[in-house]
């Protein structure tokens, strides 16, 4: 049996998918027992950040601790791949020591190289072309305030960045309707939109993909390593703000969702995190739930081999 990984959403059939997610609200409910349980005591995951975060190094550690497990922090000042080292001889060492490994890291292909020489399961905690666990927290969430989205529209406002592109591959994957407003030169991968054609769609005006949507998603406007590109980007994406007054165009009981951190005033307006629409703070606490599910899933999954 070919050894899982979790490098991008269609890792997963849709089926398993929606296991992970339902898996994750019921864990969620369980928290004490999962606790007293530990079902992965002795296990060791590897978290190597090239990129740094609050939120997954938060979410994955204490993840892994309640499952009874531990995780291990490795900066690029921790490891040789710092300094130079393949990324193939990285990977056949770390994954004869650890259990699992997830890898928040730039460009993507190094991801997948990591993958291809690795003995367990590799988790993408965050790449330049996908973000693929703060999906299944969104989703998770979307479950647990509206129940499926499948059917729904989706309106993505901003960037077409990792999380666009993770939420176009969702769109297939959980079978919503996906609008995309971006700026002119701003679009997603131009083979990703083709691939997706059937049911995502590109726009530039903000308040045409608001229209029906029963989600708008947003992301700050200037991702990890392109800060010097913040003053023109601000000035591209002024009119790609979500607030108030673009969600009253969405449908009744739209909600609102951001990965976080969030920049107020900029793709967010100051109080969009407090609107009535917004699940944004149980979006960030999901993240520890759908990624111990995730892990559960790839550690089972991998065991049946």
Known sequence: MALRHFLTLNDCTPEELQHIIHRAIEMKKQLANIRQQQPFKGYVMGMLFEKSSTRTR??????????????????PRDTQLGRGEPIADSSIVLSSMLDIIMIR???????????KHSSVPVINALTDGYHPCQLLADMQTYQEHRGSIQGKKVAWIGDGNNMCQSYMLAAAQFDFELAIACPPGYEPDKALLEAHADRVTVTHDAEYAAQNADLLVTDVWASMGQEDEQKARETAFASFQINEALM?????GALFMHCLPAHRGEEISENMLDHPSSVAWDEAENRLHAQKALVEFLLLENAKG
Do not use: C, K, P, W
């Not at 204490?62 to 922090?73: E, R």
């Not at 890291?105 to 993958?115: D, M």
């Open 105 to 115: 890291t730039f460009g993507h292909e190094r991801l997948v190289e990591f993958a």
């Open 58 to 75: 938060v979410s994955f550690e204490a993840g892994m601790a309640q499952l009874g497990g531990h995780a291990m922090f490795l900066s």
């Open 248 to 252: 009253d165009i969405a449908n009744d």
